[in-house]
């Protein structure tokens, strides 16, 4: 089946820390994989995407690279700011089924 | 970039009555949207399927009869809640997928449903 598991909440950082959130997924086929960041009380805005094993998406300051031998699409940041704390979800799009799975999101707060 | 809006952004309606949530592209054309409900806390669930002009696929568990969906054109999609319930508080969330774009998905705002 298709499902994507990502790290439990809240995680909580100082200003300037490293940021990591782990995605890891299964699927059939060839999905694309992506990061979205939903902050109180809106919608979803998409962070960033790799459509293909071994692709890097990247904004903002964000990485996230499609890992197919680890199944896994972790995202990563240098150096956090007060501003990037929101929920982030992993998700995937799996063609076959035109439909996407998503993590059950990280809350993340940074700290001044 | 491609936005999707919402309208109401938040509604409180009484219990057994019907609210109607848009569901609107406006600047491509969405030939399928979807509809998702998140309960706090959590992640996404999606509830159905729309595509213009034919009729919405809807996911195991959900009532179709409840949550009419209608996709009349282009750029609007509509999730009607029949005879709301408190249980349908909820926070729902469409997106509509651009084709010329591909397979990637524009999220609307959200729409806070508040049943007394």
């Known amino acids: 089946g298709n499902s994507v598991t990502q790290m439990e909440g809240p995680v909580t950082l100082s200003e300037e820390a490293f940021l990591t959130i782990n995605c890891t997924y299964t699927a059939t086929g060839y999905p694309s994989l992506f990061w979205y960041v939903q902050y109180p009380g809106e919608g979803l805005q998409l962070l960033l995407k790799?459509?293909?094993?071994?692709d890097k998406g990247s904004n903002k300051g964000f990485e996230a690279t499609y890992r197919k031998e680890t199944t896994s699409f972790h995202l990563e940041k240098g150096s956090v700011q007060v501003s990037d704390s929101a929920v982030y979800f992993c998700?995937?799009?799996?063609?076959?089924?035109?439909?996407?799975?998503f993590g059950s999101g990280t809350k993340l707060n940074v700290k001044p | 970039g491609a936005v999707v809006s919402q309208h109401p952004s938040r509604v409180i309606c009484k219990s057994g009555t019907s609210v109607k949530i848009e569901c609107r592209s406006l600047?491509?054309?969405?030939?399928?949207m979807f509809w998702y409900r998140q309960f706090p806390k959590q992640s996404l669930m999606l509830m159905a399927t729309?595509?213009?002009?034919?009729?919405?696929?809807?996911e195991q568990g959900v009532e179709k009869d409840k949550f009419l969906i209608n996709h009349a054109s282009l750029t609007l999609s509509t999730l009607t809640v029949t005879s709301a319930h408190p249980e349908d508080s909820s926070f729902y969330i469409c997106?509509?997928?651009?084709?010329?774009?591909?397979?990637?998905?524009?999220f609307g705002p959200g729409t806070r449903l508040t049943v007394t």
């Open positions: 729309s595509n213009e002009g034919s009729k919405a696929t809807y």
């Open positions: 998700a995937l799009f799996n063609p076959n089924f035109n439909k996407f799975y």
């Open positions: 790799a459509t293909k094993a071994d």
């Open positions: 997106s509509a997928r651009d084709q010329i774009q591909g397979y990637e998905q524009y």
């Open positions: 600047d491509f054309q969405a030939t399928t």
